[in-house]
């Protein structure tokens, strides 16, 4: 296979709307910006397809509207995780240039009277979701990368970062449709790669079928760790309510227009779970949906029938925003939101934050900064950051701090690691031999099996440590796993990085001896949450021997 070097001020490793929000402002700042995506950045990553809300306080008068609202919702929804001095940095004061981001794009969004269009659940004190039209978000940010004369490479997926005297310096990877291997020196590196989807059973039996968008593996993740980064939050189980047999966003908007959830006894049972009822917590909509089912009051439904028709038309409307066949779905059902009600059930689980202000992945601070010289994080591939609002904001911190970087270190950056850039090609390529013949789906299938009955929304240290033993199993037969096209050997790298993962996620959660978010991370032996021994961070990090060691790290709320 061919190989091509080059050569760049900053590399982004992820073409969605983290990656392409800091490659826009760090080519402003006037640096050469290379962004590596495993798709076409047009419409790739979690919002490829399109999204309908961005979450943001707008200070329009009332005490919720307000920056203070904002953080103290925060510290109080992801209490023992979050880090409210980054947030304030990657998100607060980046927010009114994130909304005209959108404006210079042509996404604007308000609607054609100037107006936001504002709803409220998950928590939140009052309408922070603002409602938009983000059918073509992608495409346009697209647009604006390629009109920037940032230089992309579609279609190649990232192997592994390139480490010199322990700095990033770099990454390599191949084109998942010709082979070629690419070797990219760069001062400063961005992963922005997005969660870790795909390592749960998927209740549809279609793996694909995702929440969210399921290229996205914790490829970022598991680089950063081979590299000496900390992860933190990982953990946390994340899954949310969809209709039974599709998985589909669309929560948020259910939710937020009105939507009633009501179990097989005719009940709305919310309440019983949380105080705010249908607008607490997705976590709390998850649990209360599993417990309900548990103790035999299924089937669930979402009831929209008492909605006022313009509601349910701008209801109908959003939700083909997220997912064009979701429409598809309700009209192959003959489901007609105003006469009937959606039976619904939890989706898959993926790796991610436990709220919705929240994330987990790659630890950062407050300049979207590793532990590890050189290499940055944004975007659901950071541990402090969630949701489109977050990605778009810390995207376009982490331009700036990368910018601050590349430009301190002059006209060039580390040297390439030569023998390293050999190992990782060897690496890459070795499923190509026709001696390897096991499929990267068996592969697959066995971790999903293993992380949702050993890991799943209820845990307990023996399951777990039998989900360990079963990744032994798994590492003995990790070097069969074979690939008869570039497409396979993509998907068998993803595999590779799913299992780094999974191990992280088990270590941190077996390190925390409590239960914390519901569902998110509930351990039958230890089934409360304790505020005075676990209020904080576990971060994971490789050690000497390539081994995954926790650590605990407080964090101290006013």
Known sequence: ????????????????????????TAREAGHDVLIMDKAVIERSGHAAGGIDHFAAYLETGPEWDTRKAYLDFTAWSSRGVTDLSVVEKVYCDELPTAIQRYEDIGCSLRRPDGSYFRTQSFGQPGPWWVNFNGKRMKPLLGSAIRKSACRVL???????????????????GFHIREGTFFVVQAKAVLLA??????????????????????????????????????????????MTVVPKGFSAPGLNALVGMGGKLINGMGEEFMEHYDPMGIKGARHKLAHAILTELKAHRGPI???CRHLAPDALTHLVATLSYD????PDYFQQKGIDLSR????????EGMQGGPTEVCGSGIKIDRDCATNVPGLFAAGNSADQCRSLHMAVTSGIHAGRALSAYAARLGKSGPPIPERLVKEIKERVFAPMRESRTLSWQELEDVLQRTLTEGMGPVRSEWGMK??????????????????????DLCRSQEVYNMLTVAR???????????????QCHYRLDFPETDDRRWLGQVTVMQDAEGRAQPVFRPIAYE
Request: aromatic fraction near 6%; hydrophobic fraction near 40%; include cysteine.
């Open 466 to 487: 039998k989900a360990w033993q079963n990744l032994d199993l798994l590492d003995q037969w990790k070097d069969q796993v074979g690939a008869r096209t570039y497409h």
């Open 193 to 238: 790669t997005g969660g870790t989807n795909r390592i749960y059973q998927n209740p549809t039996g279609l793996s694909f079928n995702c929440w969210m968008c399921p290229a996205n593996t914790g490829d970022g993740e598991a680089m950063a760790f081979r590299a000496g980064a900390q992860l933190a939050n990982v953990e946390f189980l994340r």
């Open 301 to 303: 439904r979402l009831d």
């Open 504 to 518: 992280c996620m088990i270590t941190a959660a077996l390190h925390r001896k409590e239960s914390r978010f519901g």
């Open 1 to 24: 296979m061919n190989q091509e070097h080059l050569q760049t001020d900053i590399l982004i490793i992820g073409g969605g709307v983290a990656g392409l929000n800091a490659a826009l």
């Open 154 to 172: 579609d279609r190649v997926t990232t192997a592994d970062l390139l480490v010199h005297d322990g700095r990033v310096c770099g990454a390599a």
């Open 340 to 347: 009937d009600m959606l039976e619904v059930a939890t989706s």
């Open 323 to 326: 997912k064009d066949t979701l």
